[in-house]
């Protein structure tokens, strides 16, 4: 598919607040029947905006097709991968958007009660959000909808913004993943199916439910529908929120919002890839190319993509719920590895057995985090080995 050379598309539908009454989307959304709701979501293309991209219409189906009397939904608000903060902005500015999206996800799939676990280092936002979430469910109330949500304070950890960590960590236990299957949809939250979506997610569901679906699919492509908030930050004069429309190349992003100098782009923070100048113009940033939960760090000629990649390994290293040993062993030796690479006690080809040892994470981690780490070790070194031997 060929990109024209043209400046990112921006969008407002996130921070857009004039004509919008999230209440009222609600009032109107649940006059409907669940089916032609989830079929709206489906037709619109709306994919996860936490970075893995599956289906949101799907996961409501799935989760509203289990036979049970109690379902969960939950707004996953815990935002610790490094070089994002949008869901932060979402909440501190349109919080009432999410309550929306996470209240017409309830009616949808058939529950009674919603919860937003939100980054135990965004408590400071808590007060305000219990605010307007107390008038929130007040409102639900007198509209005669049966669903109240909830907030739960994260427990610091990484860890817990995979799904089913994030689960254990709020029925009060050690926060370390499941075994999947089964799937959220099948026994989530207390065993219960549970629908779990990211914030930005909730809020284009919400903004579908008002606007309706064509209008989402008319920007963006036909693999990534829809707009995207991006948290910008690094070597740019312009680090902020932004939101742009999918399928831009990474060229057409580094125009609008690099230096000038810019060598390499990490897209999806430390998790994601990173993409070297000599890639920006092939690299589309979408579904079809390198998906991203929201991060855009730039790298201009300044930076040592060796100390990038040290911050990152010493993150992950940290940041390991220690469960299995491809990750727990994986990270810690990956990040001895390149320091002996660097010290010169290793020989550059033990770069070739450390990218071997990440593709078996990759392939073997029980979770996200473990098989996240492979994206930014193997891109960086296969892109600036340069700057890692010498």
Not at 77 to 99: S, W, Y
Not at 273 to 293: A, H, L, M, Q, S
Request: proline share 5%; net charge neutral.
């Amino acid at each position: 598919m060929e990109i024209e050379n043209t400046r990112p598309k921006r969008v407002d539908f996130i921070f857009n607040k004039e004509g919008i009454d999230p209440l009222k989307v609600v009032e109107k959304t649940i006059q409907r029947n669940p089916d032609d709701i989830i079929l709206d979501m489906i037709d619109s293309g709306l994919k996860g905006r936490g970075g893995a991209g599956f289906p949101t219409g799907l996961k409501w189906k799935f989760t509203k097709n289990e036979d049970s009397p109690v379902k969960y939904v939950i707004c996953n608000a815990d935002e610790g991968e490094p070089g994002t903060f949008k869901d932060r902005e979402i909440l501190d500015q349109v919080p009432e958007k999410v309550f929306s999206g996470l209240s017409i996800c309830g009616y949808t799939v058939g529950a009674r009660e919603g919860f937003i676990y939100l980054r135990g280092e965004y408590n400071f936002l808590l007060k305000s959000l219990n605010e307007k979430l107390k008038r929130f469910n007040d409102g639900l109330k007198k509209m005669g909808l049966d669903f109240t949500i909830q907030m739960r304070s994260g427990s610091g950890a990484y860890i817990c913004g995979e799904e089913s960590a994030l689960f254990e960590s709020m029925e009060g236990y050690r926060g370390e993943p499941r075994n999947k299957p089964p799937y959220p949809t099948v026994a989530g939250y207390l065993g219960k199916p549970t629908a779990i979506n990211n914030v930005e997610t909730l809020v284009y569901a919400c903004m579908i439910c008002q606007f309706g679906p064509e209008k989402f699919r008319e920007i963006g492509t036909r693999d990534s529908r829809g707009s995207k908030v991006f948290s910008v930050s690094g070597d740019t004069p312009k680090a902020g929120i932004h939101e742009l429309e999918l399928g831009m190349t990474v060229q057409q992003f580094v125009e609008e919002f690099g230096d000038g100098d810019t060598k390499a782009v990490q897209v999806g923070g430390a998790s994601g890839g990173c993409v070297p100048r000599k890639n920006f113009k092939d690299t589309i940033i979408g579904y079809e190319g390198i998906p991203t939960g929201g991060s855009m760090m730039l790298f201009n000629s300044s930076r040592s993509m060796y100390n990038v990649l040290h911050d990152y390994l010493e993150f992950f290293t940290e940041e390991s719920c220690g469960q299995c040993t491809p990750c727990r062993v994986g990270c810690q030796q990956l990040l001895k590895g390149i320091e002996a690479v660097k010290r010169g006690e290793r020989p550059p080809a033990y770069l070739e057995d450390l990218k071997k040892l990440a593709a078996t994470m990759k392939l073997s981690a029980k979770c996200g985090l473990g098989q996240s780490v492979a994206n930014p070790f193997v891109s960086i070194v296969n892109n600036f080995r340069e700057e890692i031997i010498y």
